[in-house]
T-cell receptor, first 113, second 116 residues
């Protein structure tokens, strides 16, 4: 399983765009990149998944460069309610069919007023 | 459907006691997972069921831990002879294999176990 490295914490202000970058230098050809969000006292929530280039949904965008050794989760115009821990995961199956997910310690995003 | 439901939300037990947690997945989901999360860390995989079959177990799942999914619907996780090191949040998740894995798991809110 590819190891991921993320910043431990980030601060932002309401209304700003936030970019969280994850390094996964030994990502394998078949690996997918998935991001989860977790609020205190709740389970993680799937945000977005990608394999290459750019993926966008109603919540976030995921940018993956050609070498796939890193990825960036972009949250547009964050609000206080986006304060959470964000996890970057890499695995050889799509997010919902993986037999197990390997979480790191994640990035604590704090959105300030 | 209200998502993945876990009961109880909190459990305080004395060391050496047995505890059992229940997870009710989303009804049409055929896959069910248990994870454990300690403070400041990401969730760690414990075990995985497809329908009623337990297909994978982590080495974290010692012989004091047992999980069942008797009819392929709800699941229970039992911890026997609890130790203080078992204190953690126990998370259940479910997914449906028919989506091709495109939408990820759905996690419950977890059961927080405190062993005193």
């Amino acid at each position: 399983l590819a190891k991921t490295t993320q910043p431990i914490s980030m601060d932002s202000y309401e209304g700003q765009e936030v970019n969280i970058t994850c390094s996964h230098n030994n990502i394998a050809t078949n690996d997918y990149i998935t991001w989860y969000q977790q609020f205190p006292s709740q389970g993680p929530r799937f945000i977005i998944q990608g394999y290459k280039t750019k993926v966008t949904n109603e919540v976030a965008s995921l940018f993956i460069p050609a070498d796939r050794k890193s990825s960036t989760l972009s949250l547009p115009r964050v609000s206080l309610s986006d304060t959470a821990v964000y996890y970057c995961l890499v695995g050889d199956r799509p997010a919902g069919s993986a037999r197990q997910l390997t979480f790191g310690s994640g990035t604590q995003l704090t959105v300030l007023p | 459907d209200t998502g993945v439901s876990q009961n109880p939300r909190h459990k305080i037990t004395k060391r050496g006691q047995n505890v059992t947690f229940r997870c009710d997945p989303i009804s049409e989901h055929n896959r069910l997972y248990w994870y454990r999360q300690t403070l400041g860390q990401g969730p760690e995989f414990l075990t995985y069921f497809q329908n009623e079959a337990q297909l994978e177990k982590s080495r974290l799942l010692s012989d004091r831990f047992s999980a069942e999914r008797p009819k392929g619907s709800f699941s229970t996780l039992e911890i026997q002879r609890t130790e203080q090191g078992d204190s953690a949040m126990y998370l259940c998740a479910s997914s449906y294999s028919g989506t091709g894995g495109l939408i990820g798991y759905t996690f419950g809110s977890g059961t927080r176990l405190t062993v005193v």
